[in-house]
């Protein structure tokens, strides 16, 4: 098989109805060894880790905040973070809004209170925040030097529409948001992607490999470049049209266990 590290999104991708890992998705994907199999997500460290107990891959890198951050352990790979310049005009718009922003670096996340939003988020991931002020999180970052690895941004559609289209008439060079959800709103570097990262990876740590010696499952707008670049690209039967539209491959739904369905096949091929 030409397929040499396999890597997986995970809300909407790997992870059942319940947001959890299936048995049969663990017992396909401890069965790989020893060919990689990587998390890429938009999700922060602490929110994929407790996966990767589950399926014994401690030992391999992580993908975070849509190639934000890149860790082996606790070593940081890769970093590229939001300017606080662009920070601040972002929590400026908001503050006019009902939008909950959530705030990220490496291990931090902040919230400026425990609503709707951020209970829920909690309990999705499950990583419980730090209460604390916008602007006192923004002070103290400050100070360390410190950007954003992702905003989160979540709220009413309309009102997230209005988001969208301010970042696209101020920042659109800086920052790109991802909808993972009308409700939704995954602000990121505009500098780094999932494929970007899938090559900084590759090249500090699998530097005999290629882009083409991955095989990748996704489902979303965050996993479309990812998806066409790589030897394999799979969607779920869930994905966007656009995601299916690029893959090489269709797989069955998150909840019908897609991804381990499609590794059974591809192992005994």
Known sequence: MQTKLICSDIDGTLLNKDREL???SIEVIKDLSPIPFILISSRMPQAM????????????????????LIIDGDDVLHSTEINMDVIRALVDFCSGTQIHSSLYHGREWYVPGMDFWANRESFNTKVIPVTQAIEMTLDQWKKEGKG??????????????????FIENNYKEQIVGYRSKPTYLEISPKSITKKTSLETLLDLHYPDLGLHN??????NYNDVDMLSAVGVGVAVENAITEAKDVADHKTARNIDDGVALFLEGALSS
Do not use: W
């Open 148 to 165: 954003a690895h992702k905003i989160m941004c979540m709220g009413d559609p309309a009102e997230l529409d209005r988001l969208v289209a």
């Open 214 to 219: 991955v095989m990748a499952f996704g489902d």
């Open 49 to 68: 880790q407790h996966l990767q107990q589950e399926l014994d891959i401690t030992h391999l890198p992580l993908i975070c905040y849509n190639g934000g």
């Open 22 to 24: 299936s048995e049969k």
